[in-house]
């Protein structure tokens, strides 16, 4: 079973940086990643994505702050989020694949004004 682990959340203040580390069992070669949150009472929205081959994908919302990557032979992948603000505040779910994607158990990730 595919495990994700995800990590390098925690409380920063406006404006602040912080880079989110996905770590998987199996290797990550031919999925697409991606990372997800949820801030309490909203739906989950996708964050960001990337798939080899194309240009990583984000949300207009994170769009010029935040900058996936990935390190196949770590059979990792990274969220560098710059710049946060308080509506970046939510729990952040990394997934595999598109077809029937595995999922982290999330890192909380808060930014205080």
């Known amino acids: 079973q595919e495990q994700l682990v995800e990590s390098g959340g925690g409380l920063v203040q406006a404006g602040g940086s912080l880079r989110l580390s996905c770590v998987a069992s199996?290797?990550?070669?031919?999925?697409?990643m991606a990372w997800h949150r949820q801030a309490p009472g909203k739906q989950r929205e996708l964050v960001a994505s990337?798939?080899?081959?194309?240009?990583?994908r984000y949300a207009d919302s994170v769009q010029g702050r935040f900058t996936i990557s990935k390190d196949t032979a770590k059979k990792t992948v990274y969220l560098q989020m710059n710049s946060l603000k308080p509506e970046d505040t939510a729990v952040y779910y990394c997934?595999?694949?598109?077809?029937?994607?595995?999922w982290g158990q999330g890192t909380q990730v808060t930014v205080s004004s």
């Open positions: 990337i798939t080899s081959g194309r240009d990583p």
């Open positions: 997934k595999k694949g598109l077809s029937n994607p595995s």
């Open positions: 199996e290797s990550i070669f031919g999925f697409t």
